[in-house]
Nanobody, 122 residues
Framework: DVQLVESGGGSVQVGGSLRLSCVAS????????MGWFRQIPDKEREGVAG??????TSYADSVKGRFTISQDAENMVFLQTNSLEPEDSAMYYC??????????????????WGQGTQVTVS
């Protein structure tokens, strides 16, 4: 099993930046796809970015050019968020366990989830 803990959320002004972090424990994350999702109340959880075990990345159209997903060689995955907009306000969740080549933005592909970190842009 993999346990995921997110951090780095907060309140930021429009145009600002945040760097979200996710620490994984219990297994080596290099074996898995990793991803970031976000959710606002009464809406479905939506895929923001994914990174496969070979380092290839994918992004939602709404964040392309503004957000960057990365991971280190150990057990952390990051989401650098720039040029934040009010529409980016949401609870952000780290995800792990989707197979390479999966439909990364489909939340049903993912096996492990963190508890989330709140991002508020105003």
């Amino acid at each position: 099993d993999v346990q995921l803990v997110e951090s780095g959320g907060g309140s930021v002004q429009v145009g600002g930046s945040l760097r979200l972090s996710c620490v994984a424990s219990g297994d080596t994350i290099g074996r898995y796809c990793m991803g970031w999702f976000r959710q606002i109340p009464d809406k479905e959880r939506e895929g923001v970015a994914g990174i496969e075990s070979d380092g290839s990345t994918s992004y939602a159209d709404s964040v392309k050019g503004r957000f960057t997903i990365s991971q280190d060689a150990e057990n952390m995955v990051f989401l650098q968020t720039n040029s934040l907009e009010p529409e980016d306000s949401a609870m952000y969740y780290c995800a792990a366990g989707a197979p390479d080549g999966a439909t990364w933005y489909d939340r049903n592909e993912w096996k492990y989830w963190g508890q989330g970190t709140q991002v508020t842009v105003s």
